[in-house]
């Protein structure tokens, strides 16, 4: 099994930034991507970005082009969120997941992000 603990959420006003950590356990060994996406109050739950572990090749929504910055940790099993020019668009609860070679996908518990305008 893999677990996957988020950190980083807040309230934060338009134009701030917050940085996102997700720390992962478990059997990790197998992964190919970590990333992130998120969910709105009644809302589909919609992919922000994701990397490789492997190659640290990056992918992004459009919507997050140019203000977010996914990164990730080898030594502390972890990947990262960096988020600027946060819009109150952004408000959603961010969830981590872990991607294995064979398909399998896990989520986190996610973490609530609030953007005040």
């Known amino acids: 099994q893999v677990q996957l603990v988020e950190s980083g959420g807040g309230l934060v006003q338009a134009g701030g930034s917050l940085r996102l950590s997700c720390a992962a356990s478990g059997r990790t060994f197998n992964r190919a991507y970590m990333g992130w996406s998120r969910q709105a109050p009644g809302k589909e739950r919609e992919f922000v970005a994701r990397i490789s572990w492997s190659s640290g090749g990056t992918y992004y929504a459009d919507f997050v082009k140019g203000r977010f910055t996914i990164s990730r940790d080898n030594a502390k099993n972890s990947v990262y969120l960096q988020m600027n020019s946060l819009k109150p668009e952004d408000t959603a609860v961010y969830y981590c997941?872990?991607?294995?070679?064979?398909?399998?996908?896990?989520w986190g518990q996610g973490t609530q992000v609030t953007v005040s305008s």
């Open positions: 997941n872990l991607e294995t070679v064979v398909a399998a996908s896990y």
